[in-house]
């Protein structure tokens, strides 16, 4: 059978980096394929070059059997291979089907209502102004209704024009009203002793090849494929307002309105809770049925093994192994992936608890809605443990991190770090008390893009020794210190000089992680710190936060993995709707016992429940 889709020994290079070294794929019809690789083995880029972003240096892309070559996506599209990204490709503030529109905002049926438009009022009005019955009338309707036929013409065509398709029409019906005007001057049949051809040519130009938006044609098209394939979305919905999950399946129907026969799905349950990353798979079983291709960029083993046909490893830019579920293991793939065996389970000792390092007591915040999303909260961590904060996302624990950090203020109660009352301070003294901060956007709240390594790992304290000499950065402390981060934390990067937004995400992670554990910090806020990394990276992040802990620190953990909750936790509360619904030691806590907290089952419900069975 001959592929979907095939790379064959694509290489690409960009400066100082090898991102693919001869890489080769395919992809059979109906085939879930998952990608697995570190951080910066070069998946994404490969992905990129698949789907027309860049151009490969060396190697052949074929659609069914067939070479092609992409100028842009556009060209990848046409071909039928869409692409979710990682970060949404959407615009906030526009509805779903705004947002499918986007780029093929034009329907034939919005071309031939243009070109009928123009034609009336350029046939009715036309003849009214030449005088009706006279020659003039009748040669003015004929005129714009072929004009009108004539731009309706060009479009259906697909013709490609030099200028927009409303400034070629606008301009094509002056220059047909000019010389009507001229002719009509000249034998002195001019209804007017104003020029009234040249501005009625233009609107008849400007009518016939303007773009009239059927939004309700595309939105029963969105309802057709929800329901087709499981996908539920509501059309006139603002995408803004969408949860992350219902945001993604818009980006899947908007690649399946494309006609996408090859979809690819780049670190797609990364922002997503278990539950949301569940109905995905299922979705991506539904599209798999139907014949949809898919390529799955992951790094979460547990889910590699659950969805895929077959599994591609690359690492440093390299194929270097295949295999299918059935032959693979966590432990397998994991080595291979990081060319060494990882442990996936964190070793740490028994946790030294001392005095409290944060307090927390009846905290109220606000969402951005103006909700309230921390609801009475209370709650301390001490020096020498980690806390985890367990909950589906969006239940106030990324409020809980962000009013802790002074990121956002809060409505009433107390925080105390280090028994100082910091709950209207700014940022910087929560920072200069020992606060280090792994926030959950690395992008928003973590670094700054425009600017290089070395600048981004002395962001907490760039204005203080041995960073800055009076108003002036020391160069010479900053390079040293960069250079000694980049090598202890493994930061993957051709040069400390190299942009920080041009890193893959595992090591802009590793910059944040790297940047605040250096400071040695007493009270640490960890928000989803192994979001989308690596299985060697994750385990790297892991035992930095033990040793942080191991050195004395307090540990907030907000993480929306129970795996790493439960793995990397001494304690462990759960939130649900802003509030805490139970605290216990980890040594006591089970996955049911927490899934209940998580759905907001009361401890006192949960024990009704098993009196009655």
């Known amino acids: 059978m001959t592929p979907v889709i095939e790379a064959r020994s694509i290489t690409k290079r960009f400066p100082g980096v090898l991102a693919n070294d001869e890489v080769s794929i395919s992809l059979e019809r109906g085939e879930i394929l998952a990608l697995l690789g570190e951080n910066g083995a070069g998946k994404s880029t490969l992905m990129n070059v698949l789907y027309g972003l860049y151009k490969p240096d060396e190697g052949q892309i074929l659609i069914n059997g067939t070479p092609v070559t992409f100028h842009d ?3 990848a ?6 692409m979710v990204h990682q970060h949404f490709m959407l615009i906030p503030v526009m509805t779903v089907t705004e947002n499918m529109m986007l780029g093929e905002e034009l329907t034939k049926g919005s071309a031939y209502i243009s070109a009928a438009i123009a034609a009336v009022v350029g046939g009715v009005i036309g003849y009214m102004l030449g005088g009706p019955g006279a020659p003039q009338g009748i040669m003015a309707a004929v005129i714009w209704v072929l004009l009108s036929a004539a ?8 013709i490609k024009l030099p200028l927009s398709r409303t400034l070629f029409g606008t301009l094509a019906g002056l220059v047909v009203g000019v010389i009507f005007e001229l002719v009509s001057q000249s034998t002195g049949q001019a209804p007017f002793d104003f020029p009234i051809w040249i501005p009625f040519g233009v609107l008849i130009g400007l009518l016939a090849s303007v773009r009239w938006l059927d939004t309700a044609l595309v939105a029963n098209r969105i309802r057709k494929l929800s329901s087709e394939y499981g996908l539920e979305v509501d059309p006139n919905a603002i995408v803004g307002d969408l949860q992350v999950g219902a945001q993604q399946r818009v980006e899947i129907i ?3 309105y494309r006609d996408a026969e090859v979809l690819i799905l780049d670190e797609p349950t990364a922002v997503l809770t278990p539950q949301e990353a569940d109905d995905l798979f299922e979705v991506m079983r539904r599209l798999a049925a139907r014949g949809v291709s898919i390529i799955f960029i992951t790094h979460k083993l547990r889910e590699v093994l659950a969805i895929a046909d077959r599994i591609i490893v690359l690492r440093r830019g390299q194929v270097v192994g295949s295999a299918t579920p059935a032959e693979a293991t966590r432990e397998s793939l994991a080595q291979m992936m990081v060319g060494r065996e990882v442990l996936l389970q964190v070793r ?15 905290l109220v915040a606000l969402d951005d809605r103006g909700h309230r999303a921390v609801n009475g909260v209370s709650f301390n961590v001490r020096s020498g443990e980690i806390v985890g904060v367990a909950g589906v996302q969006g239940n106030g624990q990324t409020e809980l991190a962000e009013v802790v950090t002074r990121l956002r203020e809060a409505k009433s109660g107390h925080i105390r770090i280090l ?13 200069h008390l020992g606060t280090g901060h792994i926030p959950e956007d690395r992008h928003r709240h973590g670094l700054v893009l425009a600017y290089p390594v070395a600048d981004n790992l002395i962001l907490s304290d760039y204005y203080r020794d041995p960073f800055s000499q009076g108003i002036l950065l ?25 942009l920080v937004s041009t890193l893959s995400g595992g090591n802009q992670q590793k910059v944040i992680v790297a940047r605040e554990l250096a400071r040695q910090p007493r009270l640490l806020v960890a928000n989803q710190p192994t979001r989308g990394l690596d299985v060697g990276s994750i385990e790297f992040i892991h035992n930095q936060i033990v040793a942080a802990r191991d050195s004395g620190a307090g540990v907030l953990l907000v993480s ?3 795996d790493e909750i439960m793995s990397l936790s001494d304690r462990i509360i759960v939130m649900y709707q802003g509030r805490v619904m139970g605290s216990m030691p980890v040594a006591e806590a089970t996955r049911e016992q927490l899934g209940l907290l998580m759905a907001g089952v009361e401890a006192e419900s949960r024990s009704a429940v098993h009196a009655a069975a």
């Open 254 to 256: 908007k690649a399946l």
């Open 348 to 362: 740490k000792k028994e946790a030294q608890p001392a005095e409290p390092v944060l307090e927390i007591h009846d």
């Open 77 to 82: 599209i046409k071909s039928g291979i869409g």
């Open 151 to 158: 731009l309706l013409g060009i479009q259906l065509a697909g």
């Open 474 to 498: 020391n160069e010479p402390s900053i390079v040293e210190n960069a250079k000694y981060l980049v090598d202890q934390y493994d930061i993957r990067t051709p040069s400390i000089f190299t």
């Open 560 to 562: 929306a993995e129970l």
């Open 419 to 431: 028994g100082e009352d910091v709950t209207h301070d700014p940022p910087r003294e929560v920072t």
């Open 73 to 75: 996506p556009r060209d």
